[in-house]
């Protein structure tokens, strides 16, 4: 069974920068995309970041692009998100997922699309 674990997650003032990584136990990890999904409260799960298994492609959302970095190391089981020029805007729960089977979207932004999630770790940016 796959276990997720993710960390990083904290309080930071606008601007600042956060590193969220994910620790993957339980599957072959070089096997799974992996995605990165948030949650304002209030609002529904949103697709922030994704990338391929080998790391040679990477997907976000509109809103992060510029500012968030996915990547990912095979060697020791663990996705990141880098996160740069925060806005209160970034306040959510943060959540990391793992998806097996390529997605005919191919974009990996639906959360139906991934096979196991971890618990969350909040984000919050203060103004």
């Known amino acids: 069974q796959a276990q997720l674990v993710e960390s990083g997650g904290g309080l930071v003032q606008s601007g600042g920068s956060l590193r969220l990584s994910c620790d993957v136990s339980?599957?072959?990890?070089?096997?799974?995309?992996m995605g990165w999904f948030r949650q304002a409260p209030g609002k529904e799960r949103e697709f922030t970041a994704a990338?391929?298994?080998?790391?040679?492609?990477?997907y976000y959302v509109d809103s992060v692009k510029g500012r968030f970095t996915i990547s990912r190391d095979n060697d020791k089981n663990t996705v990141f998100l880098q996160m740069n020029s925060l806005k209160p805007d970034d306040t959510a729960v943060y959540y990391c997922?793992?998806?097996?089977?390529?997605?005919?979207?191919?974009?990996?932004?639906?959360?139906?699309?991934?096979?196991?999630w971890g618990q969350g770790t909040q984000v919050t940016v203060s103004s």
């Open positions: 997922a793992a998806n097996y089977v390529v997605p005919s979207s191919g974009s990996y932004t639906y959360p139906n699309e991934y096979d196991y």
């Open positions: 339980g599957v072959t990890f070089s096997s799974y995309a």
């Open positions: 990338i391929s298994w080998s790391g040679g492609s990477s």
